[in-house]
């Protein structure tokens, strides 16, 4: 992929995640790329809006069977499985962006 089209596509991640809340399918869809590659997206626009004294607000991934919330991860990826529980399914989080001071 060129670097311009990966600019294009964070500029358009951007403005849906100004939107409101997104969860990294919702993003896939809406920009037509794989899940996979949002993570590395969201992480380049994460230093991008810092800039900009906002920052993206996640509403953290949680398990499905505990209710165990992945508070303060470093990472945007999913986790496979729950700490807690063990169990496998653990509900998306969601991304949106806020100004640094809310
Ligand atoms: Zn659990």
């Known amino acids: 992929m060129s670097n311009e089209r990966k600019q294009t596509i964070r500029q358009e991640i951007i403005s849906h995640l100004e939107n ?4 990294v399918r919702d ?3 809406s920009v037509s790329i794989m899940e996979k590659d949002v993570y590395h997206h969201l992480a380049f626009i994460e ?14 991934y ?3 069977h505990c209710g165990f919330e992945f508070k303060n991860r470093k990472t945007f990826k ?7 529980c063990k169990d496998g399914r653990i509900a998306p989080a969601v991304f949106w962006i806020v ?3 809310d």
């Open 20 to 23: 409101g809340p997104l969860t």
């Open 47 to 60: 230093k991008t809006v810092r800039r900009q004294k906002r920052r993206i607000h996640v509403e953290p």
């Open 99 to 101: 100004s640094q001071s």
């Open 78 to 84: 999913k986790p496979g499985k729950c700490p807690g």
């Open 27 to 29: 993003i896939s869809q």
């Open 62 to 64: 949680y398990c499905l």
